[in-house]
């Protein structure tokens, strides 16, 4: 069965402070790996994608980078403005996307 | 027009009613998903449909149904509403289905 696991639920830290955020999934026919922020109340920001093992994005204090097994969302030296729940979801061979739980970042001044 | 835009933003509803959700995407937009959101959680992915045919469905019984018009509209529908229903329902356009969706704001249901 397709599964895609976010860690850790919550994470708190001083702004400045870098961190990771991780996804690691099981998927049949991987062919693609999103990364979305959502903040309460909206809907998620497309900030991602990721296709084949080895592929690394950045924009801004993010980078996201995929294994053939989990993928991470590295933020540097983050500000408070980058408190946001981030969502990955990986899109099966069949175009569906699975979706995990979400890692909820908080960035305290 | 850009971007997604979803209404109602909010609606309340009666158990046992039905209710219709509607998306309105942007010019190219030919695939259109829908999820339900809980609380605390990621979205479920309830159907999809690519050039108004549906071509992928989640775990939603039947009576969650759904359209998607050439002018790259669409709407849910729910039957037969039940308390568990409540959620955010998210719509998502793509221009291609493995590109990046763009979400709309979502609707947030309330069955009382």
Known sequence: EDQVTQSPEALRLQEGESSSLNCSYTVSGLRGLFWYRQDPGKGPEFLFTLYSAGEEKEKERLKATLTKKESFLHITAPKPEDSATYLCAVLDSNYQLIWGAGTKLIIKP | ?112
């Open chain 2, 1 to 112: 027009e850009t971007g997604v835009t979803q209404s109602p933003t909010h609606l309340i509803k009666t158990r046992g009613q039905q209710v219709t959700l509607r998306c309105s995407s942007q010019s190219g937009h030919n695939t259109v998903s829908w999820y339900q959101q809980a609380l605390g959680q990621g979205p479920q992915f309830i159907f999809q449909y690519y050039r108004e045919e549906e071509n992928g469905r989640g775990n939603f019984p039947p009576r969650f149904s759904g359209l998607q018009f050439p002018n790259y509209s669409s709407e849910l529908n729910v039957n037969a509403l039940e308390l568990d229903d409540s959620a955010l329902y998210l719509c998502a356009g793509g221009r291609d289905r493995n590109y990046g969706y763009t979400f709309g704001s979502g609707t947030r249901l309330t069955v009382v």
